[in-house]
């Protein structure tokens, strides 16, 4: 018995699909063109907006009179750390099986979860802090996956969706400059706290490598460089995060200037020109984020390393001689 072929190839028949996506997504497109606003600001996602404040006169740090207590940035932070507490641990869980063996064998996204912490534990921590690894790797890994989940989240088009109901949420946390301030002044913590800790003296040492009628010159230089590891630390996250969203923001303004006078000349130079670069820098952006992560997780434990190692020098050139 023959089966009588299709009328339709198949080819064929996933045109009328990918049409009407294509007329749908066109459609939507000419819409926000057509309802946005000359005068709308492409930078208004990157910018901190403010929910709840308290008044407030702290000099400086205070120059418009007021405290933001929740803001969209804030949440976001809040929100990365709740999917990082609800998500992460039953994903490290995840075993093969229940017998001895199988408890040993990470399932699913385990495998991947315990494979970027082995790379850290082996090739960033291990090579900086030596014997002190097991005593900060918890500090690093929770850097790390804290930064890269609130970068991701800034990628998200959660901004837009969340103006419709006229409130503020999402963007890039870490493209706060406060936000990566704070994280480094936590690792400056660290940084302090812990060569007093381990080194004490030896540690103070440090602030004149050279003879003591230099302390007025070397001991201010190392305070300086000191808190330059933490202002390194936060403009870099801030400045790569930031960048990326500011040139997509360029790219989306051509659309809504050439949109503000023709609705149809924004919708071709959306589809010729900007979609394609648009595409271009949020995949760039996705490996920012990760690296960015990275980066900072590193010069982390870096850092933290050379205020509690004193001693591998020594040994290492006492073994060689």
């Known amino acids: 018995m023959k089966i009588a072929p299709s009328a339709t190839p198949p080819a064929s028949r996933g045109r009328p699909a990918a049409a009407v996506a294509l007329g749908l997504a066109a459609v939507l497109l000419a819409g926000l063109l057509a309802a946005a606003p000359a005068a709308a600001d492409p930078l208004d996602h990157v910018v901190q907006h403010p929910l709840e404040t308290v008044e407030a006169d702290l000099g400086p740090l205070t120059p418009n009179g007021v405290i933001t207590v929740m803001s969209d940035h804030i949440s976001m932070l809040i929100l990365g750390g709740l999917l990082l507490v609800a998500l992460l641990p039953p994903l490290v869980r995840r075993r093969r099986g229940g017998d001895e063996v199988g408890r040993l064998v990470p399932a699913g996204p385990a495998n991947l979860v315990e494979a970027v912490c082995e790379f850290l534990r082996k090739q960033v921590a291990e090579p900086s802090l030596h014997e002190h690894t097991d005593r900060f790797i918890k500090f690093l890994w929770t850097v790390f996956f804290f930064i890269l989940t609130v970068n991701l989240l800034g990628l998200l088009p959660i ?67 000191l808190f330059a590891k933490a202002f390194a630390l936060a403009v870099r996250l801030f400045a790569n995060m930031i960048a990326g969203h500011i040139l997509l923001a360029v790219l989306i303004g051509f659309i809504l200037s050439v949109g503000a006078s023709n609705w149809l000349a924004g919708l071709g130079l959306a589809f010729l020109a900007v979609i394609p670069g648009a595409i271009f820098v949020t995949l760039l952006e996705i490996f920012v984020a990760m690296l960015q992560a990275f980066i900072f997780t590193f010069l982390t434990a870096l850092f933290i390393g050379q205020a509690v190692v004193f001693h591998h020098g020594g040994e290492h050139a006492g073994a060689h001689a």
């Not at 004490?200 to 007025?216: D, E």
Request: glycine content about 18%; aromatic content about 12%; some cysteine.
């Open 159 to 225: 901004a837009p969706f969340a103006g419709v109901f006229g409130t503020h949420f999402g963007g890039t946390a870490t493209g706060n400059i406060w936000v990566t301030g704070t994280l480094a002044l936590i690792t400056l913590g660290m940084i302090v706290v812990n060569g007093l800790r381990f080194g004490g003296t030896q540690w103070l040492a440090h602030f004149c490598p050279g003879p003591l009628w230099l302390a007025p010159l070397l001991v201010p230089l190392e305070i300086v460089g």
